[in-house]
T-cell receptor
């Protein structure tokens, strides 16, 4: 059964550095999402993406965040200048009828 | 406001006991509700969606619009059911709004 994949599984970075989190959605899916989960808190919506543009973004998704589908298969989330509070698990999901989640990237900002 | 509430952070039962994981929602439109499960070190997986009205791994959930609830039930818990369970609501833009999750521990 096809699955959403994410790389890396873990990333440690210094505050102020840029990070790029990568996702490969399921191939025939057209809608893509990023969610995050800060330790001990709920899974929160960040952004949805369809037809090569953002469909919706949450208030968390400020100017430091961007998403891209650079090559028709990868779907990336970039954080330009990481802050301590960006430390979280980041999940990618793709949709057809229901959302299928990737395994997540654990980001730790020091 | 759109909200999903799971009042229990932890639910501990013995094997063979009945389980009910509570979920309440607040949504102005016609809700579509899901239960996702996350086993240790694994991804979030869809367990149930209310519109399919199916039973997966012995779990069922019924949408009660009067009580705005979508509780997850299983008559006889198994040790392999131990996991985090998340109730989620799909809004009219297709994004999911999650509850805070309930950790189910099933003891032998």
């Amino acid at each position: 059964e096809p699955e959403v994949t994410q790389t890396p599984s873990h990333q440690v970075t210094q505050m102020g550095q840029e990070v790029i989190l990568r996702c490969v959605p399921i191939s025939n899916h057209l809608y893509f999402y990023w969610y995050r989960q800060i330790l001990g808190q709920k899974v929160e919506f960040l952004v949805s993406f369809y037809n090569n543009e953002i469909s919706e973004k949450s208030e968390i998704f400020d100017d430091q965040f961007s998403v891209e589908r650079p090559d028709g298969s990868n779907f990336t989330l970039k954080i330009r200048s990481t802050k301590l509070e960006d430390s979280a698990m980041y999940f990618c999901a793709s949709l057809v009828q229901t959302q299928y989640f990737g395994p997540g990237t654990r980001l730790l900002v020091l | 406001a759109q909200r999903v509430t799971q009042p229990e952070k932890l639910l501990s039962v013995f094997k063979g006991a009945p389980v009910e994981l509570k979920c309440n929602y607040s949504y102005s439109g016609s809700p579509e509700l899901f239960w996702y499960v996350q086993y240790s070190r694994q991804r979030l997986q869809l367990l149930l969606r209310h519109i399919s009205r199916e039973s997966i791994k012995g779990f069922t959930a019924d949408l009660n619009k009067g009580e705005t609830s979508f509780h997850l039930k299983k008559p006889f818990a198994q040790e392999e059911d131990s996991a985090m369970y998340y109730c989620a609501l799909r809004d009219n833009t297709d994004k999911l709004i999650f509850g805070t999750g309930t950790r189910l521990q099933v003891f032998p």
